[in-house]
């Protein structure tokens, strides 16, 4: 079968699959079956800090430029999608369903919101980017927090979204937007890794002054990644505020900036799978210790970063490392005698990239 | 004119505990290069057992200096073995991993500690005993000191020239400046390097301690995240002065407290809301960086290939 064809019907395949997720979990349910409410907010907030953690990861896990301002990236596409519905989107929702039904003129909508979010945070992220990346390891790092907290605080100043006292936003998001992005996130991000640009990016993250002798423009491979980290972000930002419908700079402080880097850490920098894996489990975990007997549930968030302790001072590199968890890594640790780990196994960072880059010519050998 | 000596005197009050708590964020940051995220709890934890001190030893009745100075020493020591603790069992494990894996520590330690605190105390505020009889002097016609600032003022310049004297004049400090220097040069040289960064994290924990528990009498609301903001500016002053750099960390922290003052003081005169006293800091560690990145009084430092 042509690979264009393959392709157009796995994603079909994968579009009619979340639809029909996508009801399971809705109000009405599908076939009588549904999800509790509860439920389905873990699951559709899960997908979103999915965007998060995987855009984070192509930043801080590939280029190795350590940034803890993310949730202001998050911030500024939320938002700014959110002036767009709130002021205009009604009369042009309205001048467009005339033309082409509500259902489309409703979705159409909302992905030009999330255009507009991923664009104006894309901008940011070029904003900061620029002067900041010339910075390295933890200066850069206090510098995106301080961005990122600046933006907050600007936020905060402008009465047009709702500055101290909140914004209220009109819900768009449903698990269909959000699956559908989060995955194309990790599209994007996989075909980035794996492309020119992502040797470039790693080739930075294990030695940038090496990376600069080969004569790899260092600088402008930096701002690119985290531009479109940034407006990853951002899109992650409008499907939050149109999910939540209720918009305080208080979701966007450093400690969000924190869990999403706890995320990709926890999964293992510079793994994908480890990103998706870290956010889901950063999301689920506070939810589960809620179901810890009596007096202990108010020690759940105690539980939960006592276990980020555990994790790093046993596991530093991350449950996956570097490596990609899939069908070809099975394979190989099968073959692979025990004892043997390939890379990983003595500093935080792991050196080696192959794990990642073997499974991949395997993928595109098949 | 009064207005400006006030806020001058203000924003020093509030300087000098900056420069206290960005002390401990430059020594422990000179010696591990680590940024000590759970420093500003150790600041807040200090506030705390300075609070139950004063209760259970009686001496939250009524003002009284000798309680005051035992509270505070008291305090001071609590939070030293606080922060060797932490240090011991959370910072030693890791410290030769990578960089990444030591901040993402820290930043587990200061929320676990937050989170305890929470989940032991409530978030909410609890009013800290006033153990100083407050009184204001005049200065210069309209300009007022309470006896709580000349106190932060007087504990805190005490406090720094002790911690000059030992890191210059002692053993222990002459360690420490070579830990920093080279830590596997020192480690050669004889320097039992765990102890010295113990003490290190001792000094940096109970001038943290003596903050918090100074802030509590200027202004006595403390509560389990009371920490997290002071400490990220202190950590800016740090920067701003020349991390690793202990003039420098001073220096860092009264400038911060003044530009903030003068934010909140005169600002809204030129446009800018009062709101903008916590962005300050960052704006300008983002200009310093950008223009000076070692910091007002660092060295630069020649990256070898």
């Given at each position: 079968?042509?690979?264009l064809?393959?392709?157009?019907?796995v994603a079909l395949i994968?579009?009619?699959?979340l639809?029909?997720?996508?009801?399971?979990?809705?109000?009405?349910?599908l076939?009588?079956f549904g999800?509790?409410?509860?439920?389905?907010?873990i699951?559709?907030?899960?997908?979103?800090?999915?965007?998060?953690?995987?855009?984070?990861?192509l930043?801080?896990?590939f280029?190795?430029?350590?940034s803890?301002g993310h949730?202001g990236?998050?911030?500024?596409g939320?938002?700014?999608?959110?002036?767009?519905?709130?002021?205009?989107?009604q009369?042009?929702?309205r001048?467009?369903?005339?033309?082409v039904?509500?259902?489309?003129?409703?979705a159409?909508?909302?992905?030009?919101?999330?255009?507009?979010?991923?664009i104006?945070a894309?901008?940011a992220?070029?904003?900061?980017g620029?002067?900041?990346?010339?910075?390295?390891?933890d200066?850069?790092?206090?510098?995106?927090?301080?961005?990122?907290e600046?933006?907050?605080i600007v936020?905060?100043?402008?009465?047009?979204?709702?500055?101290?006292?909140?914004?209220?936003?009109p819900?768009?998001t449903?698990?269909?937007w959000?699956?559908?992005?989060a995955?194309?996130?990790?599209?994007v991000?996989?075909?980035?890794?794996?492309?020119?640009?992502g040797?470039?990016l790693?080739?930075?993250?294990e030695?940038?002054?090496?990376a600069?002798a080969m004569?790899i423009?260092?600088t402008?491979y930096?701002?690119?990644?985290?531009?479109?980290s940034?407006?990853?972000a951002?899109?992650?930002?409008?499907?939050?505020?149109?999910?939540?419908?209720?918009l305080?700079?208080?979701?966007?402080?450093?400690?969000?900036?924190?869990e999403?880097?706890?995320?990709?850490?926890l999964?293992?920098?510079g793994?994908?799978?480890?990103a998706?894996?870290g956010?889901?489990?950063?999301t689920?975990?506070p939810?589960?210790l809620?179901q810890?007997p009596?007096?202990?549930?108010?020690?759940?968030?105690v539980?939960?970063?006592a276990l980020?302790?555990?994790?790093?001072l046993?596991?530093?590199?991350?449950?996956?490392?570097?490596?990609e968890f899939?069908?070809?890594?099975?394979?190989?640790?099968?073959?692979r005698?025990?004892?043997?780990?390939a890379?990983?196994?003595?500093?935080?960072?792991?050196i080696?990239?192959?794990?990642?880059?073997?499974?991949?010519?395997?993928?595109?050998?098949? | 004119?009064?207005t400006?000596?006030?806020?001058?005197?203000n924003?020093?009050?509030i300087g000098?505990?900056?420069?206290?708590?960005?002390l401990?964020?430059?020594m422990?940051?000179g010696i591990?290069?680590l940024?000590n995220?759970?420093?500003?709890d150790?600041?807040?934890v200090?506030?705390f057992?300075?609070y139950?001190?004063?209760?259970?030893l009686?001496?939250?009745?009524?003002?009284?200096?000798?309680?005051?100075?035992i509270v505070?020493?008291?305090?001071m020591?609590?939070?030293?073995?606080?922060?060797?603790a932490i240090?011991r069992?959370?910072?030693?494990?890791i410290?030769?991993?990578a960089?990444?894996?030591?901040?993402?520590?820290?930043i587990?330690?200061s929320?676990?500690?937050?989170?305890l605190?929470v989940?032991?105390?409530?978030?909410?505020p609890?009013?800290?005993?006033?153990?100083?009889?407050?009184?204001?002097?005049?200065?210069?016609?309209n300009?007022?000191?309470s006896?709580?600032q000349i106190?932060i003022?007087?504990?805190s310049?005490?406090?720094?020239?002790?911690?000059q004297?030992?890191?210059?004049?002692t053993?222990?400090g002459?360690?420490?400046?070579a830990?920093?220097f080279?830590?596997?040069?020192?480690?050669l040289?004889?320097i039992?390097?765990?102890v010295i960064?113990?003490?290190?994290?001792?000094?940096?924990?109970a001038?943290?301690?003596?903050?918090g528990?100074?802030?509590?009498?200027?202004?006595p609301?403390?509560?389990?995240?009371?920490g997290?903001i002071?400490?990220?500016k202190?950590?800016?002053a740090?920067?701003?002065?020349?991390?690793?750099?202990?003039?420098?960390a001073?220096l860092?922290?009264?400038?911060?407290?003044?530009a903030?003052t003068f934010?909140?003081?005169?600002?809204q005169n030129?446009g800018?809301?009062?709101?903008?006293?916590?962005?300050?800091?960052?704006?300008?560690?983002i200009?310093?960086?950008?223009f000076?990145?070692?910091?007002?009084?660092?060295?630069?430092v020649?990256e070898?290939?």
């Amino acid at each position: 079968m042509p690979t264009l064809l393959k392709r157009v019907v796995v994603a079909l395949i994968i579009i009619i699959v979340l639809v029909a997720l996508n009801q399971y979990m809705g109000d009405e349910g599908l076939f009588g079956f549904g999800v509790p409410p509860y439920y389905a907010r873990i699951i559709i907030l899960a997908a979103i800090n999915v965007m998060l953690a995987v855009s984070l990861n192509l930043i801080t896990g590939f280029t190795g430029q350590f940034s803890i301002g993310h949730a202001g990236f998050m911030a500024v596409g939320a938002y700014a999608s959110a002036y767009m519905t709130v002021y205009h989107a009604q009369a042009w929702e309205r001048a467009l369903a005339g033309m082409v039904g509500e259902t489309v003129a409703h979705a159409l909508i909302f992905v030009l919101a999330i255009t507009v979010g991923g664009i104006v945070a894309g901008l940011a992220g070029l904003l900061v980017g620029i002067p900041s990346l010339r910075l390295r390891g933890d200066y850069l790092a206090i510098v995106t927090l301080g961005f990122a907290e600046i933006i907050r605080i600007v936020i905060l100043n402008i009465d047009k979204v709702g500055g101290a006292t909140g914004f209220s936003v009109p819900g768009y998001t449903n698990f269909l937007w959000v699956g559908i992005f989060a995955i194309l996130t990790v599209i994007v991000v996989y075909n980035i890794v794996h492309s020119d640009m992502g040797r470039a990016l790693i080739s930075i993250r294990e030695d940038e002054l090496a990376a600069e002798a080969m004569g790899i423009n260092t600088t402008r491979y930096k701002v690119v990644s985290f531009v479109i980290s940034s407006a990853m972000a951002g899109m992650a930002g409008v499907l939050f505020a149109h999910y939540t419908r209720f918009l305080s700079t208080n979701d966007f402080q450093f400690i969000r900036s924190f869990e999403i880097i706890i995320m990709i850490v926890l999964g293992g920098m510079g793994s994908l799978t480890g990103a998706v894996f870290g956010a889901i489990v950063v999301t689920l975990l506070p939810e589960l210790l809620r179901q810890l007997p009596g007096d202990f549930s108010q020690y759940r968030l105690v539980v939960y970063s006592a276990l980020l302790i555990i994790i790093m001072l046993t596991r530093p590199q991350g449950v996956l490392g570097t490596r990609e968890f899939g069908l070809s890594w099975l394979k190989r640790s099968r073959r692979r005698p025990e004892g043997t780990e390939a890379v990983g196994g003595t500093a935080g960072v792991p050196i080696a990239e192959k794990p990642a880059i073997d499974s991949a010519k395997e993928v595109k050998n098949q | 004119m009064d207005t400006f000596v006030q806020q001058l005197i203000n924003g020093l009050t509030i300087g000098a505990i900056y420069a206290l708590l960005a002390l401990g964020y430059t020594m422990v940051y000179g010696i591990l290069r680590l940024i000590n995220f759970a420093h500003g709890d150790i600041y807040m934890v200090g506030a705390f057992v300075g609070y139950f001190l004063s209760f259970q030893l009686g001496f939250a009745a009524g003002p009284s200096l000798v309680g005051l100075g035992i509270v505070l020493v008291g305090s001071m020591i609590i939070s030293a073995l606080v922060g060797m603790a932490i240090e011991r069992f959370a910072y030693r494990p890791i410290r030769k991993y990578a960089r990444m894996t030591t901040l993402i520590t820290a930043i587990g330690v200061s929320l676990l500690i937050e989170n305890l605190f929470v989940a032991r105390l409530g978030a909410a505020p609890r009013a800290f005993p006033q153990l100083l009889q407050e009184q204001s002097y005049t200065l210069f016609g309209n300009a007022a000191i309470s006896k709580s600032q000349i106190l932060i003022f007087v504990v805190s310049i005490a406090l720094m020239l002790l911690l000059q004297y030992i890191i210059f004049k002692t053993k222990v400090g002459t360690a420490m400046r070579a830990v920093s220097f080279n830590l596997n040069s020192a480690k050669l040289m004889g320097i039992n390097t765990d102890v010295i960064i113990s003490v290190t994290f001792a000094l940096g924990s109970a001038l943290a301690a003596a903050g918090g528990v100074l802030t509590a009498q200027y202004n006595p609301q403390i509560d389990p995240l009371m920490g997290i903001i002071t400490g990220l500016k202190a950590f800016v002053a740090a920067v701003l002065g020349g991390i690793g750099n202990i003039p420098g960390a001073v220096l860092g922290g009264l400038l911060i407290g003044l530009a903030e003052t003068f934010v909140v003081g005169y600002g809204q005169n030129v446009g800018v809301p009062t709101t903008f006293r916590d962005a300050v800091a960052f704006a300008i560690l983002i200009l310093v960086l950008l223009f000076r990145p070692t910091g007002l009084l660092g060295s630069t430092v020649q990256e070898k290939v």
